[in-house]
């Protein structure tokens, strides 16, 4: 597969929207070159949150979905209300506290419930891609992986979700799991771009 990485603008001297639309621009991009269906979005934590939140946007403004959607431990919900930040604060070794800070940076001041900041709040009736989400039972951020994936199945979109044992938020850093993380990553989407 070929792969491209959108060096999209951050805060503090861009905070949001500045990367949700540099994403978009990427995309246009692309679709000058590849037929949406033969392209996988993928993103992992603060990137899963802005990839989700991404395909909301692009397909809001018209643009055709692509054709398969990876979401690692997605920051999806900025209000951070899951249960796994109270239930896993003490026990992920990568991700030990919540990140208020940084989220009222990044957010500038908008609501943190708009779909294109916490895509979980989105409306997935009106079209997503195929998706795999992947997190582990020691994440911060498993219950927002958790209500994204519940979120795309109450709308009847193809969602996949893998959990792996102890692992922390965005994977083992170097453990055998992570080949296996990334061998189910990579088998969904070869399948989901090969039915297209």
Known sequence: ??????????????????????????????????????????GG????????????????????LPGACVLATPEADLTESGDSFEANIFVDVVASQRLTDSIALYANGHDLRDPYLSPVFGDFSKGFPPTILTCGTRDLFLSNTVLMHRALRRAGIEAQLHVWEAMPHGGFFGAPEDEEVLEEQARFIRAQ???R
């Open 1 to 42: 597969m070929r792969a491209f990485a959108v060096d999209y603008r951050m805060p503090p001297d861009h905070p949001y929207p500045a990367g949700l639309e540099d994403s978009i621009e990427a995309y246009r991009s692309l679709l000058g070159r590849y037929q949406p269906e033969r392209i996988a979005v993928s």
């Open 45 to 64: 934590s603060a990137g899963g949150g802005l990839a989700a939140a991404f395909v909301l946007k692009a397909r809001d403004m018209g643009l055709p």
């Open 193 to 195: 771009l090969a039915q």
